[in-house]
C-alpha cells in the first residue's frame, strides 16, 4: 500500500483527523507576541477496522510552474537561540484546463483535491470553540477558512469560467525533509534548475497543518514532483500548434532545409556568435532547452500509462543532490 493518495485515488473526507490545536506564538519584528492556533493533520490509509495513519500526501494531476519564488527573510533566531539566515522557496503550480490531453484527469485532481479540503476543514469542527471560530460551517466553509486551491474570481466573488486555478506550495527544506524533484528515470534535478524553468510536472502535496491566526489557511508544502518536460523561462515560442501546422504543410522536406540555412549562415558568422554568447563553462546551467521527456521515452504509450510505469520516488538524500541528467545544449 502506498503511503500516498495517488493520482486519480478517491479520498474519504472521514479519514481524515488531527491533534489538538496547539498555541504558540512568536515575535513580530517590533518584538511583539503574535499567537496563533496549528494543528497537524493526518490521513487514514487502511479503514476503519485496520488503520493506517499518516501525513495527508496528496498527488495531483499534471500541472505547470514558471519557475520558483525565493524571499529572503534575513537572519532569524531558531528556538535554540541560534542565529540563522532564513530564506523561504514555493512554487505556484497552475491546473490547465485548456490542454484537451490532461483535462480530464485535471478536473479529477481538482475534484479530489476539493475533497482534501472538506476533510481538512471537518478536523476543525470540534475544535471551533477554542479556535474562535464558532460560526465555521461545514456546508460553506469558504465563508471562514480558505481554500488551499485559488480559483480566480469576478469583483462579486463569482468564479470566472475559462481562467487555470493554481495552488501555491512551500518547499520543503529542514532536517532530513527536502523536497525532490525527479526526472522520469528517478534522477534528481537541483532546485536552481528548477527556480528559472518552465515546467510540467506530478506533485505530491503534503497538507501539514490547520493554521489559525491572522491569517486562516491550510498550509501545503510540496513533497516531491515527477518533472515531465521543463525549458528555461522563456525559451519555448508560443505558436506550438502553428509549427505543427506548417509541418504537416511543408513536411520534413522544409523542416532541413531551414535548419541546413541556419547553420550555414551560423558557421559564417561562428566569430561573432563566439562573442556574442558564452561559452558552456560561462553559461548559466538553467538555459537548458525543451526536454520532454514523456515524447521522447513513452514511444507511443498513453502518459497516463507511462506515468504508471514511473519508479517510486526515492528517499531524500542525506547529502547534496547528485547531478541532473537532464539534456542541457
Known sequence: MANYIESGQEVNKDYFSSAEPKETSFSNKDGAPVK????????????????????VLIEGSLMKSNGLKVRDEGMQKSKAGIDYHKINYSIMLT????????????KQSLKILREAYIGCVKTMIPFKGKLGMNHLDINNPEASMKNFVY????????????????????????????TIF???KGNTIEWKIIEKSECVLMPLFHLKTIFVGVSKKIKVSL????????????????????????????GSGKVDEVEAQLAELRMANQDELQQASPSFGE????????????????????????????????AAPTGLPKVTTLKIN
Open 182 to 184: 525527479t526526472d522520469m
Open 95 to 106: 491546473v490547465d484546463l485548456a490542454d484537451k490531453d490532461i483535462k480530464e484527469e485535471s
Open 36 to 55: 496563533f492556533n496549528e494543528q497537524k493533520l493526518f490521513y487514514n490509509y487502511g479503514t476503519v477496522e485496520d488503520p493506517v495513519i499518516g501525513d
Open 223 to 250: 513533497k516531491s514532483a515527477i518533472v515531465v518536460k521543463i525549458s528555461a523561462a522563456g525559451s519555448e515560442t508560443t505558436q506550438l500548434s502553428t509549427l505543427e501546422r506548417l509541418k504537416a504543410k511543408y
Open 283 to 314: 553559461r548559466d546551467h538553467t538555459e537548458a532547452t525543451m526536454h520532454d521527456i514523456a515524447d521522447e521515452t513513452t514511444k507511443g504509450e498513453s502518459l497516463q500509462d507511462f506515468l504508471g510505469s514511473a519508479p517510486s520516488m526515492p
Open 151 to 178: 480559483y480566480p474570481c469576478n469583483g462579486n466573488g463569482d468564479i470566472i469560467e475559462g481562467r487555470n486555478p493554481s495552488i501555491w506550495a512551500d518547499l520543503e527544506n529542514y532536517g532530513t525533509s527536502k
